[in-house]
């Protein structure tokens, strides 16, 4: 089975910052990457499929980048609804989810 | 508008079973593949099991085969879960969740549309 690993588990952002994620995978998974938010108590939202596809209606403040083992996912300007835990996840015929990055107000 | 409404979730004793539902409006049900993922509470997401639009291909999770079965009927825009000898490590948020295609193979599998969940809690 493939395993996602994120990095970091958690991090402390402000308002306008540019934040990066990481998504590890164990093995190879070309382009096969979705990244997704959660907020507390509400479903996923698909933000960017593809690796680097963006999600209709996402804000382009969103990017993903990365093939093979390493994907990042980009928020250009911290929005303060931006707030909210981060995860990857493998496209392949068993998808796997990472284990997830919190976002959080520094 | 897409809508997905999960039903069928509720407190159940180790062993026994449980079916959920999965009742979509919104989009042409039989176009796409479907998915049930699970969320422990305060854990991660967890892709359980999927199947495809004709249910040609079905996949399932290790932690679930042999358990669950997974079935659609395209007549009534419905998903369904049947979920038999239920451990307390099956307790979760189960969501319904569309996929981009009709199959989920082969690197296709995105899940753009998911419902609000319906929790199942295992216990005695």
């Known amino acids: 089975d493939i395993q996602m690993t994120q990095s970091p588990s958690s991090v402390s952002a402000s308002v306008g910052d540019r934040v990066t994620i990481t998504c590890r995978a164990s093995q190879g998974i070309s382009s096969w990457l979705a990244w997704y938010q959660q907020k507390p108590g509400k479903a996923p939202k698909l933000l960017i499929y593809a690796a680097s596809s963006l999600q209709s209606g996402v804000p382009s403040r969103f990017s993903g980048s990365g093939s093979g083992t390493d994907f990042t996912l980009t928020i250009s300007s911290l929005q303060p609804e931006d707030f909210a835990t981060y995860y990857c996840?493998?496209?392949?015929?068993?998808?796997?989810f990472g284990q997830g990055t919190k976002l959080e107000i520094k | 508008e897409v809508q997905l409404v999960e039903s069928g979730g509720g407190l159940v004793q180790p062993g026994r079973s449980l079916r959920l539902s999965c009742a979509a409006s919104g989009f042409t049900f039989d176009d796409y593949a479907m998915h049930w993922v699970r969320q422990a509470p305060g854990k991660g997401l967890e892709w359980v099991s999927g199947?495809?639009?004709?249910?040609?291909?079905?996949g399932y999770a290790d932690s679930v085969k042999g358990r669950f079965t997974i079935s659609r009927d395209n007549a009534k825009n419905s998903l369904y879960l049947q979920m038999n000898s239920l451990r307390a490590e099956d307790t979760a948020l189960y969501y319904c969740?569309?996929?981009?295609?009709?199959?989920?193979?082969?690197?296709?599998?995105?899940?753009?549309?998911w419902g609000q969940g319906t929790l199942v809690t295992v216990s005695s």
């Open positions: 996840q493998q496209a392949n015929s068993f998808p796997a």
């Open positions: 199947i495809s639009w004709n249910s040609g291909s079905i």
């Open positions: 969740a569309k996929d981009r295609m009709g199959y989920c193979s082969g690197g296709s599998c995105y899940f753009d549309y």
